[in-house]
Each structure stands twice: as structure tokens, then as C-alpha cells.
Nanobody, 124 residues
Framework: QWRLVETGGGSVHPGGSLTLSCAGSDFTLADYAVTWFRQAPGKEREGVARINSNGRDILYAESVKGRFTISRDNAKNIVNLGMNNLKPEDTAVYYC?????????????????WGQGTQVSVSS
């Protein structure tokens, strides 16, 4: 069964950093675009960053540009999300998602495999 496993969540103070990792299990993640989504309590799910299969096409939400970096290591079947200068409004459950097709926008409707989510909490 195809699975995505996220790791790296945790609690930090404002201004802190975390790196989330998304690993593919039982399928070749390198063949897929990957999007990181997040959902805060009481809010709708939103796209954060997307990377295509070869890593050359990247999309960021305006709210994270300049602070978050998405990258992938296809040899290791992993996609990472580096998060710097974290703010309280970044607090959410973060999900990685794999999809073969992508557009110049976030496309939850095209997701084929979802991870289970990892909590990121930013507070003083």
C-alpha cells in the first residue's frame, strides 16, 4: 500500500526553525510532484509549497515566501520542507501529498497519496 510518512514536526519559539521530511513507502516518490499542505484549527487546509518531480518547478504560498524552502532528494525518495523564521500563524498540522499532475496553483483535487500529518507549533 502506498504511504507517505512525515517527520520533523515539533514546538519552537517564534523565529525558530524546523525541517519536515516526507518519505515515500512502497512507491517511487521521485515520479511524483509533492505538495506540503497545512491546516490550522478552525481554518481551511491551504497549500504551502509544491515541487515537481525533477525539482525544477517550485511554487510557494505568499505567506511563506522567503522563509520556507522545499527540496527533494530523489535518490532517497524524500521531500523536505525547511522552515525558518517561524511565526505563531505557522502553527498547524502539516501534510505532504503526492500527485502526478500539477498546475501553477495548489491542487488538492489532484492528490493521489496523503501523509498522516505532523504537528508544528510556534509559540512564545
Amino acid at each position: 500500500q502506498w504511504r507517505l510518512v512525515e517527520t520533523g514536526g515539533g514546538s519552537v519559539h517564534p523565529g525558530g526553525s524546523l525541517t519536515l521530511s516526507c518519505a515515500g513507502s512502497d512507491f517511487t516518490l521521485a515520479d511524483y510532484a509533492v505538495t506540503w499542505f497545512r491546516q490550522a484549527p478552525g481554518k481551511e487546509r491551504e497549500g504551502v509549497a509544491r515541487i515537481n518531480s525533477n525539482g525544477r518547478d517550485i511554487l510557494y504560498a505568499e505567506s511563506v515566501k522567503g522563509r520556507f524552502t522545499i527540496s527533494r532528494d530523489n535518490a532517497k525518495n524524500i521531500v523536505n520542507l525547511g522552515m525558518n523564521n517561524l511565526k505563531p500563524e505557522d502553527t498547524a498540522v502539516y501534510y505532504c501529498a503526492a500527485h502526478q499532475y500539477y498546475a501553477n496553483r495548489f491542487t488538492p483535487d489532484l492528490v493521489q497519496v496523503w501523509g498522516q500529518g505532523t504537528q508544528v507549533s510556534v509559540s512564545s
